[in-house]
């Protein structure tokens, strides 16, 4: 009788208790391994993003500017605005985003000359309709904005929206109006 | 503002069904969309049963996203537990169906164990916090969370839409006479193609309409 | 008592005679989808490989550990971290790819080649002959992504590699760029395939895993029938 319930609990064991062990066992084995290699190349994956956002600063920013030559402008509150370098010279970069089509962010980053002329400017789409919205990225929208200095943009000054993406385009000026705003509110005059 | 909302929320919608069509523009869900599409019946208990487990999966993940994942830095680990709980809510979705609602049970029961591993629904909760998890911090969780159901919503109707319209034209394909070599999956993937080439016409033509409305 | 296949019959039989992409119809979510360059189909089925050998491997040293009960749950676990692994090496060290794959990335996990080689070979056979296995379906699904992305991107961008092989002067077929494409692409090489096999007489029967799901569906309709009727 006892040998019998004997089997009977080590065959509840087996169809129950085991098979959640094994699973847990598994579980834990695997996230202790993924930790440890997170651990490893989280750095470099951290210094990947900055020195892709460093490039994308230095390449609306005049020729000859390298990434050494920048300081990045710590404690901005403009919304939207994501950061800023400046350098020697005088010139500023902005990285400024705001919602495109279907709520997907347009990235901008834009550049001024001392006296607060759009110097250079480069649009990020990707996360928009392909061949649509993306078209924000195009060179012959972004390029229109260069030479702006009248403030506040909005489709047809300087440049019009792209037929059939008002939502991308307007993210595209929104972002460059946060980068506008914050230039003039809060680096401009600091400097 | 409240319309300004309501104009995003059925932007987000309508181009999930018809411009980002998770089937037929990104390739997701192939499977299901070559096999199942085969008769009307099945396509559609299958599509009603991606949209229910679509919406619930991204119910769940996206807030497990933010206060867990993100907050504890535990960003590596979302493949595993997105995919674990796809799998643990499909089977309560199962349980539950079976004792509170046998009649949809009935209708829906046989699809909801292929869906696990079915790529669109992984997919989804996946996209959803890729896209609407930094608009976090600008407008709040609220907003971002009904954006990412909405989503998840059009991403769903949007399968559901592919295999429909797919099955029937796939009945129509079934009774023409390809050459001997296009028989079967070839000639099914080439029509895929011809489909899938009108839902790029879609593309712009939501946005300019919502405008229009709103 | 059957005969083994030999070590490289299990090896080859990826290659082409079980074929994933074109003779088994497996995994064709990612065929299509990262397919517009070639760069990004070798990435892609390179990381494919990686984690097809490496679940393989410890599925079947695990198969006797194990229970059947929660067998499904755990291949999903083994298979996700090693996808999570190529995740953060190629974040890491590939940033460029890491993007280009995206999403497609993290879905290897629910690709139906691995999970479907985990329940029909690993489970079944020794660690030597699941990690062959998996290289030679890792290998085919190489090959035929690349011949893939060939066609595609020579077509619609008029380069093979990032090397432009059609001058610029040349109005290059965008559509290959995008989804139609794909399914067209696939769907001329799949007839490809079956023009040859019945060139050499060999014809199979394709069933996509669709197909199985789709006859999975009606059993368990009949059998709800069934029970009804009782």
Redesign the interface.
Known sequence: MAEKQNTEKQSAFKELVLPVIVLVVICLVCSALLAVLNDITAPIIEENTQAETLAAYVSVLPEGTTTDSMTAIDGLTTANVQGAVKTANGDVAVKAAASGYSGKDVTVYVAFSADGTVSGISIDGSTQTTGIGSKVSGDSFASGFIGWNGGEVSSGSPVDSIAGATYSSNGAFNAINAAIDCYNNEIKGVQ | MMSTHIA?FA??FF??IL??NYV?????????????S??LD?SA??GAAVIVVMVIATAVTFPLQIFLLDAYNLG?????IF??VI?VLVQLIEITLKKYVPALY?SL???LP?I????CV??VT??AV???S??VA?YGFGLAYA?ALV?AAGAGVGFLVAMLLFCGVRSRVEAANP????????????S???T??S??GF??LV??II?AIF | MNEKPSKWKVFTAGIIRENPVLRLVLGCCSALAVTTTVSGALGMGLAMTFVLVCSNIVISALRKVIPAKVHLPCYIVIIATFVTVVQMVLQAFVPDLYKTLGVYLALIVVNCIILGRAEMFACKNTVVDSALDGLGMGIGYILTMVLMSSIREIIGSGTWMGITLIPESVDRMTVMNSAPGGFFVFGCLMAGCVWLERKLNKPIERKSCGDVMLEKIDAAKDEQKEGAAK
């Open positions: 995003t932007t987000i181009s999930m411009v980002n037929l523009v990104q390739f997701l869900g192939i499977c299901p969309f070559l096999g199942v085969k008769k099945s208990g299958m590596y680990l979302q493949t595993i995919i674990l799998a009935q029961g046989v699809y292929l696990t591993t079915n790529c992984l997919g996946i996209l890729q896209d609407y930094a608009i600008e954006e989503c050459p001997e070599s296009f028989k079967g999956l070839p000639i099914t993937l080439v895929a193609a011809i899938s080439m839902f790029m593309g712009g946005e300019n405008n």
